[in-house]
């Protein structure tokens, strides 16, 4: 295998000169393999679309180096722009322009020869399943829609590495799973994708490898599974009334932790395990306000694996590109 | 190298088709200056002697308002463009920065030739009678595409600087105090003495004395310069500017990240 991206101790900052706030990034490696899907998943803040806009040459990196298809993304940006595709976190479409006219004047731009245009754009429109509401105004199409507009525009030119910035934030989950489809059948077609995202579901879905971006460097890398087991399985949750009832349920169970008013054991999932669970629970003769199975979340990922939670960094949030 | 022209083009086909089906954008180009023309010549025309028929002498005046007017929705396309992702696009992929630019600048000449068009015509049926050859006619023309040329320049320049679209509108209100501080609707010997000093040294009054000057063979004002140097002062106003704002607008447009 060889990798058709790396990138070797990436820092930016934003700051002004002699300012303290901290990088963006801070050291960043990342390695994405020829054909395969790398998923960095992270917070807001965490650094994830600084890292794109470098490796989609809009940005230029204060430390390190990145490559692209063995191009330097700051030397030879061109030839890297010739390979590459970028659907950034806004989707980059014009409203008042038809399906077909947008993807047709991406085409030219991309100079492509008429002919070619003309027949690329039949086909993804067809692919993507937009061709009955290519003749309307994208203004008026569902946001799932423009959504797949979006990434069609940017594969006209059949690119060899396509960068997705959050590609389904703010989709219902019918258009999510659409676009996740839609994304498989680029990987088909031999296209090497690199995604950021702050859904664990959609890196589990999509990609072979996962990174874990937080603080403006990668804490874990793995598989979907190697992950996964450092995070821990799911668990029972009750959440108690009293002081006293914590301390006498998580008595009862082996295994169990204690968070304030919560109560936490591991579980396989399986009926019989959590139905075991439960009737230890009665027989200390506490009512729980609450309970629930809960599988390892983002939040859980992070807690595990970088000691905080995963939310936005308010140190970071501020005149930092999100 | 060889893709410019084509990229141009393409931006510009783009342009104007996002000009002609934004309603906003078409009432300022169309129906406002028309408006305007009216206003001047039917309410305030009967009480401003200006020394020959008022619709003579206005109509350049309402052309280049309705090219400030204009140059504010491109100030807005510009800043749509940078805040909504779309520069992103262009800057990944193998096009030249500016063409974005430039094919904003290009439609919005197209835009106001249409607007010039309609409002000459308007203006004759209202009884405008210049007697300019065919030469003069493109002379004069040709004079306000230099003017639409750098003001929208600055409008490009101005919509890549702001972070709003309000910002962006707001240019509107700028620019359309120029050519009411200019010989453009009234002579600027009317003004009081500290206003005719800016109204006479400001790019507005030369562009208005050469266009009227070319359409009417009258070439007033302008503290009675020959033609020729009232145009060649007209020219190097808006070359220059069109130059200093084409290149801070490309500046603007590939510092901001």
Known sequence: MTAIVTAEGLGKSFGRRGSTSPPVLDGLDLELQEGAVLALLGPNGAGKTTTVRILSTLLKPDAGRATVGGFDVVRDARRVREIISLTGQQVAVDDKLSGAENLTMMGRLAHLPRRVVRDRVAELLTAFDLADAASRHVGTWSGGMRRRLDLAAGLLTRPRVMFLDEPTTGLDPRSRQALWDVVRGVVADGTSVLLTTQYLEEADRLAQRIALVDGGRIVADGTPAQLKRQVGEAGVELTLAAAADVERVAAALAGATVDGARVRVPTDGSVAHVRSVLSLVEDTGVAPEHWEVRAPSLDDVFLTLTGHAGQEHPARTTGVAA | ?257
């Open chain 2, 1 to 257: 190298m060889s893709h410019v022209l084509s990229d141009v083009s393409t931006m510009t086909t783009r342009g104007l088709r996002l000009v002609s089906r934004d309603a906003d954008a078409m009432i300022t180009a169309v129906v406002l200056p028309v408006i305007i023309l009216l206003m001047f010549v039917l309410v305030f025309g009967g009480a401003l002697d200006t020394g020959t028929e008022y619709i003579n002498y206005v109509t350049p005046g309402v052309i280049l308002l309705a090219a400030g007017f204009g140059a504010a929705n491109t100030a807005m396309a510009v800043e749509r463009d940078m805040s909504g992702g779309m520069v992103d696009r262009l800057r990944s992929m193998p096009v030249s920065s500016w063409t974005v630019l430039s094919g904003h600048v290009v439609a919005s000449l197209v835009k106001n030739l249409v607007t010039t068009a309609i409002v000459f015509g308007v203006s004759i049926l209202l009884g405008f009678r210049p007697a300019a050859t065919a030469l003069e006619w493109l002379a004069a023309v040709g004079m306000i595409l230099l003017f639409v040329g750098w003001i929208t320049w600055l409008a490009a320049f101005v919509g890549v600087l702001v972070r709003s679209p309000d910002a962006a509108g707001g240019f509107s209100f700028f620019v359309m105090f120029l050519p009411y501080v200019s010989s453009a609707f009234v002579p600027v010997d009317t003004l009081p003495g500290w206003l005719r000093g800016f109204a006479e040294h400001q790019p507005v009054t030369p562009v208005i004395e050469t266009v009227r000057g070319l359409l009417a063979g009258d070439v007033a004002g302008a503290g009675g310069t020959a033609p020729g140097d009232v145009a060649a002062l007209a020219i190097t106003w808006c070359v220059g500017l069109g130059l200093v704002f084409a290149v801070a607008a490309g500046v603007a447009f590939r510092a901001r990240r």
